[in-house]
Nanobody
Framework: QVRLVESGGGLVQPGGSLRLSCTTSGITFNFYNMAWYRQAPGKEREWVATITPGDTTTYSGSVKGRFTISRDNAKNTVYLQMNSLNPEDTAVYYC????????WGRGTQVTVSS
């Protein structure tokens, strides 16, 4: 059974930082492209960042320079370091694993507010 479990969300003030984690099981993690998506209230889910098995990273324009995606293959975990957060970053953040299958976590809420 494949499981992706996100953690690390919460309430943070504008300008603050958070680090999200997504721990996986049931997949050969180091073979998978791992990504983060987010969905703000009333909006469609949007792609945030991707990291390949070879550690190549790509980012959406709205987060480039502020967010960093990384992975630890020994821990089957992908991370999203988020800095300089602003209210527009408020969303549920989802972890995605894609290779032979396409798997999603249940999400973790990030709220940026003063």
């Amino acid at each position: 059974q494949v499981r992706l479990v996100e953690s690390g969300g919460g309430l943070v003030q504008p300008g603050g930082s958070l680090r999200l984690s997504c721990t996986t099981s049931g997949i050969t993690f180091n073979f998978y492209n791992m990504a983060w998506y987010r969905q703000a209230p009333g909006k469609e889910r949007e792609w945030v960042a991707t990291i390949t098995p070879g550690d190549t990273t790509t980012y959406s324009g709205s987060v480039k320079g502020r967010f960093t995606i990384s992975r630890d293959n020994a821990k089957n975990t992908v991370y999203l370091q988020m800095n300089s957060l602003n209210p527009e970053d408020t969303a549920v953040y989802y972890c995605n694993a894609r290779k032979a299958g396409n798997y999603w976590g249940r999400g973790t809420q990030v709220t940026v507010s003063s």
